[in-house]
Each structure stands twice: as C-alpha cells, then as structure tokens.
C-alpha cells in the first residue's frame, strides 16, 4: 500500500504535465476499473477454493471450539491438515500414549473407550484428542476406527497456536476437556 501511494506521488505531477489538470483527474479515476479489469479474474480465481478444503473448512467450522476462530486462521489451519485413513479395528490413539494431534472425523465411525469401558461414539464432524494437547498428559482414551474412517489430523503446535489466540476457542476446549474428563471419570 505505501508503495502504491508513493508510486502516485510520483505519478501525478508527470501525468498532469503531460495531460494536463482536467484529464489528470479522468485518467486517475479510471486507472481502478482498467486495473480490476485486466488482473480481476486472476484474483477472483486465485481466491477460489478446491473443492476438497472447502469441505475441510466446513468440517473445522462444524468443531465447537473451532467455530469461533477467524476465517484467516481456520485456513492456516486447514492448509496443516494431513488426512489419514484408518481400517475397521484400528486404533487411532491408544490410552495412555503421548498426544501430538487433534483430530476431526471426516468420515466413518469410531468408538471411545477408557480403562477399556465403552464409553461414546464419534461420528463425522466430531473432534477428539483435544484433552492431551490442551492440557499436556497422556491420552485419557482409546480411539478406535468402526469402520473404514478417514480424519483430519492437524498437529500439536498448530492446533494450540489457533486456540491460544482466541479468547472463545480456548475457553469452549476448557470447558470441554473438563467435561469429557468428569464424564470419564464418573465411569463404575
């Protein structure tokens, strides 16, 4: 921008002596339309989304503690995500190992267990892994894959960078984390 306004600086005074006052104000005025005309699609094309984050977009918005991140950080965050897939049977997380990713599912079916217990089941658009990251202890529960699933991981770094910078987001995990860790706990 101050490049710009010093490129005008420069400009104006060599474009009004060589059009003259009157025509220095028209040519200025249409220099915007002629500029979006020639370099608007390239920006209007340059800012589409693939279809494929889109929907990861959506999937990180649909997330309660995410859903209040802005648009900027949602998509650094979406530009992190490795996608993974995982058989019916597999463990994603296993209780008690180091957290180093937060999930969100984008497809598929997992089930929750702690201290071997069923406890709830994870479905498309659902988060988890968020409890040892945010509060940096071994994972509370075992994740394991339904069905064929396919997830969204982001990691540890990136995902508590997001958090920490809105106020919102950290304080709806927080509540959150407490929430699943009382309901763990509750277990017979």
């Known amino acids: 921008m101050m490049g710009a306004t010093a490129l005008g600086a420069l400009a104006v005074p060599f474009l009004i ?12 005025g249409l220099s915007l339309p002629v500029a979006i005309a020639l370099v608007g699609r390239a920006l ?10 889109a929907s990861e977009l959506r ?6 503690m995410l859903a209040p991140l802005s648009g900027p950080v949602l998509e650094r965050l979406a530009n992190c995500i490795v996608r993974t897939e995982y058989p019916a049977g597999a463990a994603v997380v296993n209780e008690g190992d180091r957290g180093d990713r937060f ?40 994740i394991s894959a ?6 969204l991981a982001i990691n540890r770094s990136q ?21 699943r860790l009382a309901a763990d706990v509750s277990l017979p």
Do not use: K, M, W
């Open 17 to 28: 002596g060589l059009v003259g006052d009157r025509a220095a104000f028209a040519v200025a």
């Open 44 to 53: 209007v094309n340059g800012d589409r989304l693939e279809a494929g984050r």
């Open 59 to 64: 999937l990180l918005r649909g997330v309660p």
């Open 103 to 142: 999930y969100v599912v984008a497809d598929g079916r997992l089930a929750v267990t702690v201290h071997g217990r069923d406890v709830r089941q994870l479905d498309p658009g659902d988060g988890f892994g968020e409890i040892a990251l945010i509060r940096d202890v071994p994972r509370t529960a075992t």
């Open 146 to 151: 339904i069905g064929p699933v396919t997830l």
């Open 159 to 179: 995902f508590l960078e997001a958090l920490t910078g809105q106020p919102r987001s950290r304080t709806i995990a927080t509540g959150l984390v407490d929430d």
